[in-house]
């Protein structure tokens, strides 16, 4: 069956992410907003859109169109089921142009009241509906939102099944209790793509030696991994991520009723006060799976040496992949965030010989090395216009 995953800002990591899920393999179709995969096995769009960080909206393709307004028309009509009461409908269209869709709602509304419907259309001041207004106006619910993917002189026509859980991300960045803004916050969802980025398994033992208020290893418990440690040389923060784990277990959505954690669910994490250098210390060799993590990116404030910096954090990094290499396991993996420095001579990025005798995984197939999102060296990079320092991601392998 084929399934629409429509990309988040990034579409490299966006990318990057799926093909860690999915399988590079399952890939039909790339743009830098959708993509299309071919899924034999059965999932659960809902529950594989709360852990996928970098996916907007999940959807079903369920039929192929011309570019007309009857033709699409058509091929939306079987697809149509009428709950009681009234009925909402949403249409976006992703592709290289921006369509007038006013007409083809026009005709579905008419054909839908025919049938003796009380239908109202959704509509946006953009060509594609946000997740926010499918989610709040009911669409994968009690209505529907179909999406018209173009492709060449075709338009694959499909129905969103499940959008990013939004109000659930930003209680969990905005509403834990314990934060650090001073020394930067990772947002939830690029922790969970970085951990899919990991393929760990859920029983793998997965490490977050810089692990700061916890975001990695919370979100790690929410997506069900039964083997976490954190580490830190920050008293601190090793407080601050116990806080927010107990905060997890307890939350529950005031909006959905929805808890965070299922019972047990974050009883599982194991909290260390150790220097990332010397961390061999407290923790067996050929002990751990995975690490994931993003350590101390520099200062964040004020006027900035940027060579020194640079230097700085090139030797803490060395010293502390020295030590990652000999916890991990053979074949192992590292996804871990280095800073990039903006700079009027353009960005400024750490050494790749600081990797040492890891293997550099390249973050996308070579097929893909085109899409937005990706370094000169083939890495991912997460950041906004404007930011002084941006991130980029490095996966790496023993």
């Given at each position: ?199 760990s398994k859920k029983n793998d033992v ?6 700061g208020s916890g975001t990695i290893l ?181």
């Amino acid at each position: 069956m084929q399934y629409f995953f429509i990309l988040g800002s990034n579409p490299a990591l966006s990318l990057a992410e799926l093909s860690a899920v999915f399988g590079a393999a399952k890939f039909i179709s790339i743009g830098e907003e959708a993509a299309i995969m071919e899924i034999d096995q059965a999932f659960e769009a809902a529950d594989a859109i709360r852990r996928l960080g970098g996916t907007v909206k999940i959807g079903r393709i369920f039929a192929e169109s011309k570019t007309d307004k009857l033709s699409m028309l058509e091929a939306i009509k079987p697809a149509i089921k009428l709950p009681d009461g009234k009925y909402k409908f949403g249409l976006s269209f992703y592709g290289s142009h921006d369509p007038n869709l006013k007409p083809l709602a026009m005709e579905l509304k008419k054909y839908l009241s025919q049938l003796g419907a009380s239908v109202r259309w959704v509509t946006s001041r953009e060509k594609t509906l946000s997740s926010v207004v499918v989610e709040q106006n009911g669409l994968t619910k009690t209505g529907a939102e179909f999406v018209l993917l173009k492709a060449g002189n075709k338009v694959r026509v499909g129905q969103t099944l499940a959008v990013q859980a939004f109000k659930e991300l930003s209680a969990r960045d905005y509403g834990r209790p314990a934060r650090d803004d001073l020394s930067g916050m990772l947002p939830p969802k690029l922790a969970q793509i970085m951990i899919n980025l990991s393929r760990s398994k859920k029983n793998d033992v997965l490490l977050d030696p810089f692990c700061g208020s916890g975001t990695i290893l919370s979100e790690a418990a929410l997506m069900g991994h039964r083997n976490l440690i954190g580490s830190d040389n920050s008293e601190k923060a090793i407080e601050d991520t116990r806080k927010n784990i107990d905060w997890l277990k307890s939350y529950v959505s005031p909006r959905s009723g929805i808890p965070f954690a299922g019972k047990g669910q974050m009883s599982n994490v194991k909290l260390l006060i150790a220097d990332a250098r010397q961390l061999s210390k407290q923790l067996e060799p050929n002990s751990v799976d995975t690490i994931v993590t993003e350590p101390y990116l520099g200062p964040q404030r004020g006027r900035l040496d940027t060579r020194t910096v640079v230097r700085d954090l090139e030797d803490l990094y060395t010293k502390s992949l020295a030590e990652f290499y000999k916890l991990l396991k053979l074949g192992g993996r590292i996804v871990m965030i280095w800073p990039v420095f903006a700079s009027p001579q353009g960005p400024i990025m750490l050494s790749q010989k600081i990797s040492r005798n890891f293997k550099v995984i390249p973050a996308l197939p070579a097929s893909q090395n085109k899409i937005t999102g990706l370094s000169s060296r083939q890495t991912l990079l997460y950041g906004r216009q404007g930011q002084k320092v941006w991130r980029e991601i490095v996966i790496l392998e023993k």
